[in-house]
């Protein structure tokens, strides 16, 4: 069955410093998101992508965060300087459509900034 | 500000029905609701979607009003294996569109 993968699993970073976290979605998807689970709280929505272009973000994805589809296959999230706030598990997800709402998951990667 | 609540935790024994409803008063006209199961460090996976009434599928059905803005995942007979957290997901329209999770409801099945 075809899924979503993630790299790194964890990572772990000093604060200040730059991280990219990886995704290679489902090939035949066209809708492409990320979003964030900290420690014991809910997932929530940062940002979604298609076109090579961002559709939708949320208030969290600000100016330290971009994202890039750099090949046919990754998508990528980079935060430009981390901040101990940015602790948490990353999940991408992708969708054949994006008005179905049925995302896949990947099994997520786990930033902790020290 | 958009918001799609649901109850924080719910206990349950082996072989009951349990039902989860979440309430999402700002759901874009047009978009499906759907429900994920989460269990610890994995990423959320499918349940069930639907749109309108009632879905039913190999695992779980979907209750949905004709007002649309709440939903009710029923799971029949839980099984230990159903100790997770369960998440509505539902488009919203507030100052833009985002797809949505609710605030996420804790299962925990007992013996």
């Known amino acids: 069955e075809p899924e979503v993968t993630q790299t790194p699993s964890h990572q772990v970073t000093q604060m200040g410093q730059e991280v990219i976290l990886r995704c290679v979605p489902i090939?035949?998807?066209?809708?492409f998101y990320w979003y964030r689970q900290i420690l014991g709280q809910k997932v929530e929505f940062l940002v979604s992508f298609y076109n090579n272009e961002i559709s939708e973000k949320s208030e969290i994805f600000d100016d330290q965060f971009s994202v890039e589809r750099p090949d046919g296959s990754n998508f990528t999230l980079k935060i430009r300087s981390t901040k101990l706030e940015d602790s948490a598990m990353y999940f991408c997800a992708s969708s054949e459509e994006d008005i179905s709402g049925e995302l896949f998951f990947g099994e997520g990667s786990r930033l902790t900034v020290l | 500000l958009a918001k799609t609540t649901q109850p924080i935790s719910m206990d349950s024994y082996e072989g009951q029905e349990v039902n989860i409803t979440c309430s999402h008063n700002?759901?874009?006209?047009?978009?499906?609701i759907t429900w994920y199961q989460q269990f610890p460090s994995q990423g959320p996976r499918f349940i069930i979607q639907?749109?309108?009434t009632k879905v039913t599928n190999e695992v779980a059905s979907l209750f949905i009003p004709a007002d649309r803005k709440s939903s009710t995942l029923s799971l029949p007979r839980v099984s230990l294996s159903d100790t997770a957290v369960y998440y509505c997901l539902v488009g919203i329209m507030d100052s833009s569109y985002k797809l949505i999770f609710g605030s996420g409801t804790r299962l925990l099945v007992r013996p």
């Open positions: 639907g749109y309108k």
């Open positions: 700002n759901i874009a006209t047009n978009d499906y």
């Open positions: 090939s035949n998807h066209l809708y």
